[in-house]
């Protein structure tokens, strides 16, 4: 009974989650994502799986995510990402923190900036901590939108993760189509990485969709393939879950 009324004062927070499937996650289920954080005060945990095939070799990823939207326009979180298999292991964990600096307006498309740090810990962890930035600028027109990424990795090969490791450089410009009827984001992406160690810049074109399951549970689904490789395309699949929630104690009194 404690424990039920306990939970219940935890969970039983205020959200206007049921428009969640509109928020684009890094990585979920693209690569790119959107200007817009988590919602004030609320918590969104996210459980996606990666599997990419390249050259005739499999990898599998699971990486468990919680974000919590501590201020208004500000979001910070954390991942665990855990690459499966033989020679797999913990990738080390992530932290990271993402800052929305504007409402979108008529003549201004939004703009946020996201920093990420990937730290040693783990069978499939780097040596030493590593940084990436990146900038992201979202513009909508009614049921449509448009995104830009541009990120930029720090460090240098032998500090990388065996899996989510950041790119020298990359950039990635997608599309997104709303569908209200069915609560449903259908997206378009093409994206270029150049890995920390150099050479020429990798692409890739992507399509995926976020739906809303339930009023605070999103699905979503993602493909891609690489269209520049000399060594055999890499095609990959993301699909995962998303929970959306709040921490009644963290929320003044008689706020909706």
Do not use: C
Not at 202 to 216: I, S
Request: proline share 5%.
């Amino acid at each position: 009974m404690r424990l039920t009324l306990l939970l219940s004062l935890l969970l039983a927070a205020p959200l206007s989650a049921q428009t969640d499937y509109r928020n684009l996650d890094d990585g979920r289920p693209i690569a790119t994502e959107d200007a817009w954080p988590i919602e004030h005060r609320g918590f969104e945990l996210m459980v996606p799986v990666a599997i990419s095939r390249v050259a005739g070799r499999s990898e599998s990823v699971v990486t468990p995510e919680l974000g919590w939207g501590i201020f208004r326009n500000a979001m910070i979180g954390g991942k665990l990402p855990v690459l499966l298999g033989d020679g797999g292991g913990i990738a080390g964990p992530r932290a990271y923190a993402f800052y929305s600096f504007n409402s979108e307006t008529a003549a201004l498309p939004g703009f946020a900036l996201r920093a990420d740090v990937a730290f040693p810990g783990g069978a499939a962890a780097g040596d030493r901590a590593t940084v990436a930035l990146k900038a992201i600028a979202t513009r909508s027109w009614g049921r449509f939108r448009t995104h830009l990424n541009v990120v930029h990795g720090f460090g240098d090969g032998s500090s990388l993760p065996a899996a989510e490791a950041a790119p020298r450089w990359g950039g990635s410009l997608a599309a997104d189509l709303l569908s209200i009827r069915r609560s449903t984001l259908f997206l378009l992406e093409v994206r270029a990485a150049q890995s920390v160690v150099g050479g020429a810049f990798e692409w890739a074109a992507a399509t995926g969709l976020r739906a809303q399951l339930a009023p605070t549970l999103v699905f979503d689904l993602g493909v891609a393939t690489s269209i520049s490789r000399d060594d055999g395309n890499e095609r990959s699949l993301t699909l995962g879950l998303s929970h959306a929630f709040g921490i009644a104690a963290l929320w003044p009194r008689g706020a909706k």
